[in-house]
């Protein structure tokens, strides 16, 4: 018998790869949540790891269920990630419930886990809420006050002050808020503003806009989710805040605009562009 030899190559890597965290529910439609994270992740030439705190039955059209993973399972994934890979940077992102807010927190303290990237995930694209009602308190109080950034959008940010936020003036305002409740910087998402959209980051001394035409699509499917692992990245490869936020929007960008249109609802957007 003949036998074809191949030559021996060695692949290793001739520089260190950086190691992300994403603490987020799984979204088997693969458009948000963990599994956007992670292909976020290595769209940024990160390793990427995963702590899943609930299992979502959804697609393009509706989340049809949400189990929540055991507390003594999250913060065990956690623990084993965190033990031995040390993660450069980590983003949270749905939590579900209160309990698992506050063990989170516990963690990060814990396990010194920083730069943190909180996405606040409250609500699904379709309206399905993902964080019961009394968690908002859990997270103003345990989680924003170890967030290197805050990353809501309006909503979202509504929720968290208290306040309506439907004008940049008044996301302007949501942001010295948050900054003021205890995070570094904030982010607040305008994608849902009539005309243009805006972002706004504050970090307690200098603030910045970005403003960018409206995509008319409805494949923005994971857009949050996206834009959150995407700073949180580059904060783990050792980027500067500002040029990490402006990779991340860039990014956003690009993907909604090369959305691969799949399903028949809104679908996700296209998590295999390239950054810049």
């Known amino acids: 018998m003949n036998y074809t030899e191949y030559p021996t190559t060695d692949h290793r890597l001739d520089y260190a790869v950086p190691v992300a965290l994403t603490i987020a529910g799984s979204d088997s439609g693969g458009g948000a949540g963990i599994q956007a994270d992670l292909k976020t992740f290595h769209q940024f030439g990160v390793f990427g790891t995963s702590a899943i705190t609930a299992i979502t039955a959804q697609n393009t059209i509706d989340v049809s269920a949400i189990h929540p993973v055991p507390l003594s399972s ?9 033990s031995d890979l040390r993660p450069a940077a980590i983003k949270t992102g749905m939590l579900a419930t209160a309990e698992v807010a506050e063990m989170v927190a516990s963690e990060i303290s814990d396990h010194k886990l920083n730069p943190y990237v909180m996405d606040p995930v409250m609500v699904a694209t379709n309206g399905r809420r993902l964080l019961e009602d009394n968690a908002t308190t859990t997270l103003l109080s345990c989680l924003v006050p170890l967030a290197t950034l805050v990353t809501p959008n309006l909503q979202e940010a509504a929720i968290l002050t208290g306040d309506d936020v439907r004008t940049v003036s008044e996301m302007r305002n949501a942001a010295r808020w948050l900054v003021d409740a205890g995070a570094d910087a904030a982010l607040v998402k305008g994608g ?12 307690g001394a200098e603030e910045l806009l970005w403003r960018h035409p409206r995509i008319d699509t409805l494949h923005t499917h994971g857009t949050g989710c996206t834009l959150s692992a995407a700073v949180t990245a580059s ?9 990490a936020v402006d990779r991340a929007i860039r990014f956003v960008q690009d993907s909604i605009s090369s959305a691969p249109r799949l399903g028949e609802g809104r679908g996700p957007i296209n998590l295999l562009a390239s950054p810049q």
């Open 74 to 82: 999250v913060r065990a994934q956690i623990d084993a990630v965190a």
């Open 192 to 203: 849902h503003l009539d005309g243009d959209a805006v972002d706004v980051l504050w970090d």
């Open 235 to 243: 904060l783990a490869a050792g980027a500067d805040m500002t040029t």
